[in-house]
């Protein structure tokens, strides 16, 4: 029987690309979504790409349809999620928490990054990190808890940290770098990133035709990076915005101590072997590189490797969606861990070749 | 029992678009996909969208399991199809046909705009012309055919004849063209219409920031479009290039006779009677006008109609994706015709919504 | 000596490079750029492409430095202009308006297109119309009341004007239209004609990747081409939005009498004929059609020419920069005009070539 | 009087980028312009931007036209301008060279990375490095020796090698790079540093809407920066291509000893201190980064620094046209300054601003 979903935040570019998602989803029934400043437009009037495809309009946040919902998925600002989850998850349901109010472990740093009093700690303890490759135990543990009948919440990992860890990780843990050495991650987005509000920097003039960094030494997906890959003060993330619309290059340049590997072809055989299990992760050959154009509307992570080898620098490129496996690819992912669904029920396998 | 199916010329980019088609659509199962050029290339190394979505490689035009196929596609230039259609034909196969050889009923025209010999008048005669919503009783027909155990062949209409004539079909029917009156369609394309061949014209550098026209009064999709709108001589088509990918654009001005309607909510009413029972065609409300991107990805055309009162003219604009309702997702809605499946199967209703 | 300059709503598309074209004007002399909403800050803060360039900050549109200027360039919204122009007239400037005030020469065609009332009815007889090459007399006439000491309003045609009646004058003029004939013009701009204000339109993520027509058979450049061309009720005007910045296009349908000529070379020698004084308007060969790439930056208009003769209809096509010969460009050849400079003064001639 | 000037490779993206600067120069005059394929055939016809701007046409590279050419630019692929700089050079022409035949300064360097034999050894030991900003007494001594009227050669630094050195020189060369630290830059070009050819990368289909690295660990402009900045062996650098035309942007991460300042401001003094002199160099304020938006079409270069501090690292972000400030601009630059004429003779100071 299907599973009844709610999306908050439908009208947002992540929670668009959620509705999309949910509605061609084979367990999922798309019961509500909801927008408070397009309450009582039709999907498809905002979004025509919708037209034919769903009749639904969004509802306020306050409906009380929601709380009937099995599933509900989070796609709103930092601190709006903190005033809804704790109810969401008390009456059972599984929430999937686009948000980045409950990434962070620490309170404390969540305070200094975003700027506000974390007001949800006992939730953020029992909270769930969702990055299926690379925490895939608690998100079982999760699966669990929600098989008892326990609401859960899943708090899904930022766009730029997960193609930058997945980049990463695999080097990392495997005690590859230098000690004390620094990681540099540059970035690259598109520019949906930036979100739906118009506003000079998402302007059509001032983007096409442009590159940009920007937020530079103070990106708040730094912290998260940081915990994701256990480097306290050891990462220099620098997010640059480009001319397309969906797309999320991450270039991680990791020193590499003494005794780790510098042939590609080792490092690329180790990558593979680390995320052998992975439906959605593939690590490219020697001498490829991936190309965000690849990855479009998936939910797919391509990873290429190469060596500096005067250097000793491994450099680690990961492309995403920054909507798909960036924001709802991997919402949907980790619901479908929750739910004990398969993996890869509701994704495409293949992005649009050209 | 899955339908074996072959994709000739599935490197091109109306190729490849059917290579994702075919391999997502339920009842069909890809056993061959051809490239001369690429014989021997792996698909996810040319296309690197496929990269965990299939194991193929092209095989070359001649590879004997094309003539096992219960189904296949011909997505090759003009001329080319010629030499291949009719041998498959003959030994029972459905052939979808996406290039130019068969659609034009009359070979004096096909000599006269394509400067070559038709060298399979036979087959030209039994043909199907594949643009279902406007001719649906020859694809009633093909089924038929299909069903005694006979080899047919479906010509699918061109791109910009399918967004042209759809958008004009519904009040040409009606008779509401002033008689003598000419039908003038500007249409704007995205560059994947121009074909992977890199060339000045697909160059990024000259194709970006740039628009214009081209083919002016002597475009191929001329006498296709007269042929279709039983237009002899009364059609001006001009086709234009725009810097983006996919997409399709035909703003078709129709002169009106003096007793056609004048009001656009009349008109609207009439065209969606016209398209009442089509999945795909969607006629959009008063004041509203359609968007590529609302379709892109899709086999979706939507229509949007306004009138000039004091010139009596009526502006019908088409939006259709070129590589999908307008090459390879036409041809699949073909072939389910024919084949007798779901109209939609294989097919997503929603488009990517940003 | 040089002139003194204000330019009025200098942060807008049209005004900033109005202010970029007055900074390398030999004989102008940028005194004062205003913006009300940005008053106060610095031009190169706002645009940084004039970093290093120029040190001038917004004033607010009533500063009296204002009115010390030999020649303002008013580059305001419509309504704006008709509270400012009179008294800047009256004061003896040189009044050049890129707003919609002083286009209509009818007030009550003004007021049903622009649903406002006209209050200057008794400039807007005087009133100049900007559009060089196909009034060149009343732009002498106004540089003989310059030259008296009078005070001059020029009113520059709009963009979507500009290309379309260069395209199509030398026929209508010549008598080539057949009676009674509808001229259709499909025109496409980039989305800097969309303005600076940030909005879905102009949104990055909506504009990227799509075409669409809008302000079908409503949009208010309508009347003003029916004005220049004296095509009374007789013109179908269609513009559309594709993603790029710069350029317009628009293609021209010019219906045929029976005793005009239908062969191109002919109508191109005709053309030429008429654009011969002309430093901007370039009329191209055979088989030769416009690319807006190449006009993007300049003032120049480039025409290309065809003909369907069995439709007995001439397509021209013009390409324009619409921020240039659409906009800033032209408001800078009328100044030249009135004031007796080059016409070239402050042009380049050649356009960045890729 | 008018230096006689030629251009060798003109129809390539560098080569005609040149055109347009030499034809708008005060001071020089352009007698010829090259291309092999393209000999016979109008610089206006193959670039339309040039309408009416030149009647030149291209000639061949041999055409003795160029050995009267006081100032000839090479605007060739690499080992091309071995054959041709010291014939030019003996006969006592300016040769300004944007290849990287002259660049390194050891043949054996070149010979590594460039896969070919270096054949001018001896006019490469006299040759003068071209990146004003970095190496002025080079220039100064290359002017003496043309003042003497002796031939003179420069190897204009590479887009790349330009934008990272200027972002990392005034740290570097103030001795704050950790000792045996490695600065990573990661930086970003539009396509027109990809070359005229047409080929899959340079598809539109194929680059529009996609970001990849490439390059990655092998780029040949690898040792010019580390011989520019004196880092053999500590540089990583990766290159990435976005859908864009011109701009090209570097993120230079620098690792900071621990008696180099950590606050940017301080940092800002003393870069503005270091480029103090330059016309076309702007080091921005606390909290701006560049935009290549601001710098296209131009010879500036804009720099924007911050400072990750717990990882004590300086973060250098450059941006430039890399047909600008990154080819045709900055060998315009060193014309210039060998020629003894105005640092900013021929350009523009403002881009344009949308």
């Known amino acids: ?15 668009i690309e959620l509705v999309r998602l949910v509605l061609r989803h084979p367990d999922l029934e798309l019961s509500i979504v909801t927008s408070n400043e397009l309450a009582g ?5 905002e979004y025509p790409g919708f037209v034919g495809a769903t009749d639904l309009a969004f509802a306020s946040h306050d409906d009380p349809a929601l709380d009937t919902c099995e ?14 989850a704790p109810r969401l998850v008390a009456g059972g349901s599984t929430v999937i928490d686009l948000s980045a109010d409950f990434r962070l472990k620490d309170p404390v740093v969540y305070e200094q990054w975003y700027a506000a009093r974390h007001t949800a700690v006992e939730l953020l303890e029992k909270a769930t990190f969702g990055l299926p490759e690379l925490f895939p135990d608690d998100l079982v543990r999760a699966a669990a808890a929600h098989k008892m009948g326990e609401g859960t919440l ?28 620094v990681v540099v991650a540059d970035a690259v987005s598109g520019v949906t990133g930036a979100g739906k509000k118009a506003s000079a920097r998402t302007h059509f003039c001032f983007a096409d035709e442009n590159l940009e960094a920007y937020g530079v030494a103070t990106h708040r997906h730094t ?28 270039t991680v340049n990791v020193p590499l101590a003494s005794d780790a ?19 959605f992760v593939h690590v490219l050959g020697v001498g490829e590189m991936p190309k965000t154009s690849a990855v479009a509307g998936t939910n ?28 709802a690819g991997q919402a949907v992912q980790c619901a479908n861990a929750v739910l004990r669904l398969p993996e890869s029920a509701g994704f495409d396998r293949a992005a649009v070749p050209v």
Chains 1, 2, 3, 4 share one sequence.
Not at 74 to 80: S, Y
Not at 314 to 327: E, F, M, Q, R, S
């Open 1 to 15: 029987m299907a599973i009844t979903t709610g999306i908050v935040g439908a009208a947002g570019f992540a929670g």
């Open 41 to 45: 437009t039709a999907v498809a009037s």
């Open 71 to 84: 599933l509900v998925f989070l796609a709103v600002p930092h601190t709006a999620a903190l005033g809804m």
């Open 154 to 181: 899943v708090a899904c990992a930022g766009c730029y940290p997960t193609a930058t860890s997945l980049a990463a990780a695999p080097a990392v843990r495997a005690g590859w770098v230098v000690p004390g050495g």
């Open 223 to 250: 912290p998260e990076i940081e915990q994701i890959l256990e480097l306290d003060g050891r990462l220099v993330f620098t997010p640059h915005l480009a001319p397309l619309n969906r797309g999320l290059l991450s």
């Open 261 to 279: 590997p510098l042939d590609a072809a080792s490092i690329i055989e180790h990558y593979r072997a680390f995320y052998g299990d992975s439906a």
């Open 300 to 327: 797919n992570a391509h990873i290429g490797l190469a060596v500096n080898e005067r250097a000793r620098m491994l450099i680690a490129v990961c492309a995403i969606d920054n909507l798909g496996k960036g924001a």
